[in-house]
């Protein structure tokens, strides 16, 4: 009897252990679309970067091209939406990124999370600190964006995503 409580109480702990991650979906693509845009009409525009283009993005932002297709929308006075990842800890954090016609961020969102800890990232009062920034400077983590102790990485790779972002805005998205 005592070695059966065992062998369930290691087996209890092992799937503990195995089990830590879950996946979080905070926000729909549409449901970010209205929070950063409202109910202005957006096209979907079907974006594949050229290989110079990925080139350029990489050199000017200092960030890697994930994908050379972009998830996007525009609007009519030229503002964009954009749906992308970035890495959290070890899993991809799922983001809605909006661009004013001028190459500012509008506002970010976090569409999915799937990292055990380091949610907070979603939080507004966090996000909002990227409101207004563009590609004129290079965001770093700890110098003009503030850190979330428990979500360092997730924090450094939103704002890497940002520079991306704003890169991609400045080297492609303006001229279309």
């Not at 449901?31 to 110079?52: H, R, V």
């Amino acid at each position: 009897m005592q070695a059966l409580n065992v062998k369930y109480i290691l087996g209890f702990m092992l799937l503990s252990l195995i089990s830590t991650g879950h996946a979080e979906t905070f926000l729909t693509v549409e449901q970010a679309k209205g929070e950063l845009f409202a109910n202005t009409p957006m096209k979907k525009m079907d974006l594949t970067l050229s290989n110079a283009q990925v080139e350029a993005i990489e050199d000017a932002s200092d960030m890697r091209v994930l994908s050379n297709k972009l998830n996007a929308w525009k609007t009519q006075s030229n503002e964009w939406f954009l749906v992308d990842q970035v890495i959290g800890k070890h899993e991809m954090i799922d983001m809605a990124v909006g661009i004013d016609s001028s190459g500012k961020i509008k506002g970010l969102r976090v569409l999915r999370y799937v990292e055990s800890y380091g949610s907070e990232v979603r939080y507004i009062k966090w996000l909002d600190q990227f409101n207004g920034r563009d590609s004129s400077e290079k965001l770093l983590l700890d110098k003009q964006i503030d850190n979330i102790s428990g979500a360092t990485l997730s924090c450094r790779h939103i704002t890497d995503g940002v520079n991306r972002w704003t890169h991609t805005w400045q080297q492609v998205l303006q001229h279309l």
